[in-house]
Nanobody, 122 residues
């Protein structure tokens, strides 16, 4: 059974940093894209960043370019999201997801984690 388990969320002050991790299990993700989405209260889930498990190509939402870095740790089967210079409006639940191809929309993703809360205080 495929599982994506997020960790690393928490409370941080504006301008601070957090590192999220997504542990993947249950199948081979070598041809998959692993992405992070986030959802603020009352808003739609939005794309943050993605990485191709094979090859390592990365994709970012314009709003996080230069501040967030997505990476993969093949031996550990994890994808990490380093988030720097966080802003209060980036508060929300952050989800890890897997798709057979890269897309910036939720509908393309077959598997989802339960999410981890990130709260950025002003």
């Amino acid at each position: 059974q495929v599982q994506l388990v997020e960790s690393g969320g928490g409370l941080v002050q504006a301008g601070g940093s957090l590192r999220l991790s997504c542990a993947a299990s249950g199948r081979t993700f070598s041809s998959y894209a692993i992405a992070w989405f986030r959802q603020a209260p009352g808003k739609e889930r939005e794309f943050v960043a993605a990485i191709m498990w094979s090859g390592g190509s990365t994709y970012y939402a314009n709003s996080v370019k230069g501040r967030f870095t997505i990476s993969r740790d093949n031996p550990q089967n994890t994808v990490n999201l380093q988030m720097n210079s966080l802003k209060p409006e980036e508060t929300g639940v952050y989800y890890c997801a897997a798709s057979r191809f890269f897309a910036g929309t939720t509908g393309a993703y077959d598997y989802w984690g339960q999410g981890t809360q990130v709260t950025v205080s002003s």
